[in-house]
């Protein structure tokens, strides 16, 4: 069985998209149209600081994305779809559970709200520990203020996020435990987290303009695992993503005991190839740019 799968934010780099299908180039047009400006000259571009700044990269990054997916859905079928965080609302848009073009607004309504986040906090990526020794770390570091993992990506790759001490914090228990290395990831705010309920309040009530439509294919949901099938999960799953964790070692062990097979990835650079080598070995993986 084909799974196809979107990555998320931090894909985005100058050239990423340098050759076109006319078909995929009106994708970005009429994102530009909808954004107000040039989104296929900043992708060819830059300068990379404003397309990885959190409000210009997620539209680069579905569009680009959206732009492959056109043309791999020529030549295959899949079964089920999968994405990485701000990859998932790309793989409704795939899906179409929501119109290219609301789309659009709703990823660039998303990205200025996280881009916007009132709550200062950062994240930081917890490399070469194992989850129990993390899942420790995060409730000694609790008495600093708030942290939780965001993203469970691999085993020993776990994403915490929180407020800015306690997140620092976390990161030197986990040195001191031997992780390899803590890195403060380039983000503008506590993604994934319980501090995030304002923009996700916000971002709930945005939401009400549009319509949904239930998925053509089944996506696995970032949060449980489990199928996302209608409308009403579609949206309720753009608004709780926020807030919670992106289990993508979930999503990988769901997608097999669904009976995947093959995992193709859909868009710029190749990380979730990457973290999916180090989950199972039991999926072909494709990369499709």
């Known amino acids: 069985m084909i799974a196809c ?39 060819q571009e830059g300068p990379q600081e404003k397309l990885s700044s959190t409000q210009f990269a997620q539209p680069a990054v579905m569009v680009a994305c959206i732009a492959s997916w056109s043309e791999y859905i020529m030549t295959a079928t899949p079964s089920i779809l999968l994405g990485h965080s701000l990859g998932l609302v790309t793989a409704f848009i795939a899906a179409g559970a929501v119109e290219f073009s609301d789309g659009v607004r709703i990823v660039a309504r998303r990205g200025e709200l996280m881009h916007d986040a009132p709550v200062p906090g950062q994240m930081t990526a917890i490399l070469g520990l194992e989850l129990d020794a993390v899942q420790e770390i995060v409730e000694e570091a609790g008495s600093r203020g708030t942290v939780a993992v965001a ?11 929180g407020e800015t001490g306690a997140v ?20 503008s705010g506590p993604f994934h987290s319980s501090l995030m309920q304002g923009p996700a309040e916000h971002f709930e009530r945005f939401l009400e303009q549009f319509r949904f439509a ?13 199928l996302i099938t209608s409308a009403e999960q579609v949206k309720m799953e753009l608004v709780a993503q926020l807030t919670n964790p992106v289990d993508w070692i979930g999503n990988i062990q769901a997608l097999e005991q669904l009976g995947g097979t093959q995992l193709v990835e859909i868009g710029p650079g190749s990380v979730l190839t990457g973290l999916t080598k180090r989950i199972t070995k039991n999926l072909e993986l494709i990369s499709f740019a």
């Open 5 to 43: 799968a979107f990555p998320g934010q931090g894909v985005q780099k100058v050239g990423m998209v340098s050759d076109l299908y006319a078909s995929q180039r009106r994708y970005f047009e009429t994102a530009s149209e909808i954004l107000g400006y040039d989104l296929l000259q900043l992708c």
């Open 168 to 187: 620092e914090y976390a990161g030197e228990l986990a040195l001191k435990k031997g992780a390899k290395r803590a890195v403060k990831l380039d983000v």
């Open 151 to 161: 993203n469970y990506n691999c085993p020993g790759q776990f994403v915490l996020s």
């Open 214 to 226: 239930d998925p053509k294919y089944p996506v696995i949901s970032n949060i449980n695992s489990r």
